[in-house]
């Protein structure tokens, strides 16, 4: 409740709880203007270090139906009041394994149970491009990790966002704080384009990707006008569109901050030559460096 009402003081509308191996269902705490939403935290430890010191996996399940307490694996932290939520849970107690095979069966799994299912913090996970390469059916990943971030690890995954994408991912950036310290709360968000408040609506939009990720950054439209992508958003250093191959461009600011950019797609749109897996996605970077990050967007969205 207290870190409820401490997200709310800030402005937030969505907040998801997602304790390790602990699934609760918070609905509890709904009210007319706020929407708590029902999540997990999955760790899948390497064998040779300790979960603090070596390899592992963190996944965020966020449960499509408030009232889904299916977990994949059993309670990993005792706190007072963890009986009650024990009892709820559903326990699969999947036979997870460090390595990708056994975390793409339990991924598999999470879909078809009903869950969104997303990659977190790869840098204090001590991971490279051989532990996240061969991983499918992700539905998003942590951009940012605000915790992680404090820490002192630089847990701004641009190259690892962009190598899923490459690799045929369909995959969306989210911001967290993942917070274990109050020092870590509000800094690292999404922002959803959902219809109203209902738990309904709100995972239709995370599904679809109706959103993007901020750490301060607003962006407030993204259309294309014949064959020019238009941005505009908040007071902005530089706007990048990153891109499927080496097509990227940026626009930066002369003097006073950038409000708004436009970027020809001609040259984008003939060099791809109809690929539907060809991408763009837009970076808005503040004059203080922090950055908002959009969905990927496919010429199926463009055209």
């Not at 709904?30 to 603090?52: C, H, Q, R, W, Y």
């Not at 950036?173 to 999404?190: E, K, M, V």
């Not at 992508?229 to 901050?257: F, H, I, W």
Request: aromatic residues 10%.
């Amino acid at each position: 409740e207290e870190v409820k009402d401490a997200y709310k003081a800030l402005g937030y509308q969505i907040l998801c709880l997602t304790d390790h191996n602990t699934i609760a269902n918070h609905s509890d705490m709904n009210e007319p203007d706020f929407l708590m939403l029902t999540g997990v935290e999955i760790n899948v430890n390497a064998p040779d270090k300790s979960a603090t010191g070596g390899r592992t996996y963190h996944l965020n399940l966020i449960a499509k139906k408030p009232d889904n307490m299916w977990s994949p694996s059993k309670v990993f932290r005792k706190f007072p009041g963890a009986a009650e939520y024990e009892d709820k849970m559903q326990c699969e107690e999947m036979d997870l394994q460090y390595n990708p095979d056994s975390i793409n069966a339990m991924i598999a799994k999470a879909n078809e149970k009903g869950f969104l299912v997303m990659y977190n913090h790869p840098t204090w996970s001590c991971q490279a491009y051989p532990d996240y390469a061969p991983l499918k059916g992700l539905w998003g990943m942590e951009l940012r990790n605000t915790e992680c971030c404090l820490l002192g690890h630089n847990e701004n995954n641009f190259r690892v966002y962009k190598d899923l994408l490459t690799l045929g991912n369909r995959i969306y950036p989210l911001g967290t704080d993942d917070l274990h310290s109050p020092r870590a709360l509000g800094q690292s968000w999404i922002m959803v384009g959902a219809s109203d408040l209902s738990y309904g609506s709100v995972i239709e939009a995370l599904e679809k990707g109706d959103f993007y990720m901020s750490c301060g950054p607003e962006i407030t439209s993204l259309r294309v006008e014949g064959d020019v992508l238009k941005v505009t958003c908040s007071d902005a250093q530089r706007v990048n569109m990153e891109t499927y191959g080496r097509l990227a461009k940026v626009v930066t600011a002369e003097g006073e901050p950038l409000r708004e950019a436009e970027f020809p797609l001609d040259n984008f749109l003939a060099k791809v030559n109809g690929d539907p897996e060809a991408f763009i996605y837009i970076t808005v970077t503040a004059p203080d460096g922090s950055y908002a990050i959009t969905r990927p967007y496919y010429l199926k969205d463009l055209l």
